[in-house]
């Protein structure tokens, strides 16, 4: 059951249990457990290098690119992230280690991401938890948001997706060890509140009994029609 954080009508973020299994977390941990790991702060913009100080993997080894092609597939296919972010495309996946008082300091992520004419706009970032949350102490995912600041450090296997304008961090990790896979998405509909209502429509017509055939016609057009108006 995915968990939908708002606070006076405006909406937060999405908590996505179980986009991993227990049983793929672990694999994913073995296998990662097996890659190089360099300074992340090769991956950071301008700013962000101030102020990110943790370790990432190397993903372009094979063994990598089946670990990143593997993290995706779950990702990209899970049925709540592709009913709210509406994905269009899906930046490369990153596989991030934080530990020993690493953390990354507050930041917004690039508008803009990517190179060589695969670049995407960031409409949503998320963060898919792979280390147990009792096995490290701090690395929670801290945003400042409208309403307010939140943190999330969730069981393994779960996402959360969170607009990637707002301000956040990865608080100092100063015990064990924080495992975590992070991207980037540029929804067809680049707009958090069209993004939202369509994603309200199709839990009512998911809720809808059968026999309610009448209504369940009415809410199709209605939402293949905001769609029409609103996609890029």
Same mark, same amino acid.
Request: charged share 25%; proline share 4%; hydrophobic share 40%.
């Given at each position: ?57 190397? =993903?372009?080894? #094979? @063994?990598?690119?089946? %670990? ?8 990209? &296919?899970?049925? /709540? ?38 670049? =995407?706009?960031? #409409? @949503?970032?998320?963060? %898919? ?8 102490? &701090?690395?929670? /995912? ?91």
């Amino acid at each position: 059951m995915q968990i939908i954080l708002k606070l006076n009508g405006v909406l937060m973020y999405f908590s996505v249990p179980d986009v991993l299994p227990p049983e793929d977390v672990n694999r994913v941990r073995k296998k990662a457990a097996q890659l190089d790991w360099a300074d992340g702060r090769s991956t950071a913009g301008r700013t962000a290098k101030t102020v990110k100080s943790n370790l990432q993997a190397d =993903l372009t080894s #094979d @063994l990598g690119q089946g %670990l990143h092609d593997f993290l995706m597939k779950a990702i990209s &296919g899970h049925s /709540l992230v592709k009913r709210s972010a509406r994905p269009k495309r899906f930046s490369r996946l990153l596989l991030s280690r934080t530990e020993g008082g690493g953390h990354y300091g507050y930041h917004v992520d690039n508008a803009i991401m990517g190179r060589d004419g695969h670049q =995407l706009r960031t #409409d @949503l970032s998320f963060t %898919l938890f792979l280390s147990d949350p009792e096995s490290y102490d &701090g690395g929670e /995912l801290n945003m400042m948001l409208p309403a307010g600041d939140f943190d999330a450090k969730p069981a393994a296997g779960t996402l959360i997706l969170y607009p990637s304008g707002a301000l956040h961090q990865v608080k100092p990790v100063t015990s064990g060890s924080r495992l975590a896979c992070v991207g980037w998405i540029e929804s067809r509909i680049q707009r958090q509140d069209q993004r939202e209502l369509l994603f309200d429509l199709e839990t009512v017509r998911a809720s809808l009994q059968s026999g309610q055939n009448e209504q369940r016609l009415v809410i199709d057009k209605s939402i293949s029609n905001l769609i029409r108006m609103w996609a890029g």
